[in-house]
């Protein structure tokens, strides 16, 4: 029947889905929906295509294109009386109205509405996933105690012993939004296994402004705080949260004062490092992947495809472009650059571990790594990138190889690299000019503008770069990389020259 097909029983037969109000991290007077499917998980394609038809109508045609989708997709009416429709929003001034409208639409189509108020993505996301497979309404609660449950358990599997280099002291950067409550109230579970002093709290600033992890990323510098400036000590770990909770870096000064950012491509790495360590203890032979987009920094795919022996799979920009090629493996680690990301285990590979584990010949060592890969299975979010969960899984890999920020950031060095913008408005008259491959690496359009781009980079060391549309915003993006931080400005410099030559 397919994934499709499958969602599409779910839906005739009234399972839950959901509705989380937010704009991620983008300014806090944007805003918007994210749509949940009764797995959990992103919406499948086709349905994504029919909800972008129906929010793009004028207002008279709603009822007709509405119907339209119902006896297109042979939905009985009917049914929708079944239906449940889970709401969370995060914290901008908008989402409560929205919140509302979204309801009596709802309840206009004979839904039930269970309305959880504030959450992350994430949360939403786990809570919908869980909703189709209790008798009962899971609370809230069952997030916190699902994923401490097995925070504390990896600590417990790793040893006791005091760290010599890890320290549970952590500056968190909630960006004024929803991670910054959530993670209050994760810090209330965790005792003196995590100390989370929480930074930008929302209690004095704006959402997103100045801080988190879009700012720390593109900026490549600290988040604003306005309450404790100059606050972040040399070798002290930090992390920001975005918006909405689904997306986390980590940075630190180092002892010069220099900044350093460990962005998704770190993580992966990381997470890569331990889960392979885990599985040779175990002595399992996994498929087991890398999948990242053209913007992760070069280094990063080197370091895990030649130096972990880790094949990587580029694919196109979107945590949801990720997920779907991860599930192709057994098991498999998926990162945006922005630190949107997760690990993937397949039904396959839990079976695996868990015939390692219940083998009576397996050694003391073996069953302790098949444990251990087993809380990770539970820590992490199964649904979607989680900020939360990816740092309880950060901090436990930390405490069990007793690293330092430091240490962790060592693994390899990254290359130079620069982000910039090709504004719409007077330098290109329509984004869509510029045509790419299905990795987003190569333009197909205009003629001649990808042979202009390849002989402005081979004049460069260890230059790359490409450019795209952006998917959410009237522009188009370029991406650079060099041997130093000033070639790599001067090259995205001269291609965004180029696009506005070529394409305007």
């Known amino acids: 029947m397919g994934l499709l097909g499958a969602l599409r029983s779910y839906y005739k037969k009234g399972a839950a889905v959901g509705v989380v109000i937010t704009a991620s991290h983008n300014p806090q007077d944007d805003n918007g929906l994210k749509l949940i499917d009764p797995l959990g998980e992103m919406l499948d394609m086709g349905w994504e295509q029919l909800a972008t038809r129906l929010a793009n109508v004028e207002s008279e045609e709603v009822t007709a294109v509405l119907t339209s989708i119902i006896q297109s997709e042979a939905i009985p009416v009917e049914t929708a009386a079944t239906a449940t429709v889970l709401i969370g929003y995060d914290t901008r001034p908008s989402s409560k109205q929205f919140a509302a409208e979204l309801r009596a639409g709802a309840e206009a189509l004979k839904a039930t509405v269970v309305d ?107 988040p604003t705080v306005p309450s404790c400036a100059g606050d972040f000590k040399p070798l002290e770990r930090a992390a920001s949260f975005d918006g909405d909770a689904d997306r986390i870096v980590y940075y630190y000064l180092d002892g010069s004062g220099e900044f350093r950012l460990l962005d998704g491509d770190k993580l992966a790495a990381l997470y890569i490092l331990h889960l392979q360590s885990l599985l ?109 969960s990816d740092l309880l899984l950060t901090e436990a890999i930390l405490y069990a190889r007793d690293w330092s920020v430091e240490d962790w950031d060592n693994i390899y060095q990254p290359v130079p690299y620069h982000l910039s913008k090709v504004l719409v408005a007077g330098q290109v008259p329509d984004r869509y000019a510029i045509s790419v491959n299905d990795t987003q690496t190569q333009c197909l359009a205009p003629a001649g503008l990808q042979d202009a781009i390849n002989q402005a980079v081979a004049q460069v060391p260890n230059g790359r770069c490409f450019v795209r549309p952006s998917g959410t915003e009237d522009l188009v993006r370029v991406y650079a990389e060099a041997l130093t931080k000033e070639q790599a400005v001067a090259l995205a410099t001269q291609v965004e020259g180029l696009v506005s030559t070529m394409a305007g």
């Open 116 to 222: 959880y108020g504030l959450l992350t993505t994430p949360q939403l996301h786990f809570l919908v996933w869980q909703y189709n497979l209790r008798p009962e309404p899971p609370q809230e609660d069952l997030y916190y105690t699902t994923l401490v449950g097995a925070f504390l358990e990896l600590r417990n599997l790793s040893g006791g012993e005091p760290r010599k280099r890890y320290s549970p002291c952590l500056k968190l950067d909630g960006a004024n939004g929803v991670g910054a409550l959530k993670a209050a109230r994760l810090q209330a579970s965790l005792g003196s296994a995590l100390s989370l002093t929480i930074l930008n709290d929302g209690s004095t600033g704006v959402l997103n402004h100045m801080c988190g992890s879009d700012h720390v990323k593109v900026n490549q510098a600290l």
């Open 280 to 388: 040779q203890s175990c002595g399992l032979d996994f498929t087991f992947t890398c999948v990242q987009t053209a913007y992760a920094n070069g280094s990063s795919t080197n370091y895990i495809q030649d130096t972990l022996k880790v094949p990587v799979a580029c694919v196109k920009t979107g945590v949801k472009h990720l997920y779907n090629k991860a599930k192709e493996a057994e098991l498999s680690v998926f990162f945006e650059a922005n630190g949107h990301g997760t690990v993937y285990y397949s039904e396959e590979a839990l079976k695996k571990i868990t015939a390692v584990k219940e083998d009576k010949a397996a050694s003391v060592e073996q069953q302790r790594a098949g444990d251990q890969l087993l809380a990770i299975s539970r820590l992490i979010n199964p649904t979607v990138g989680d900020a939360i």
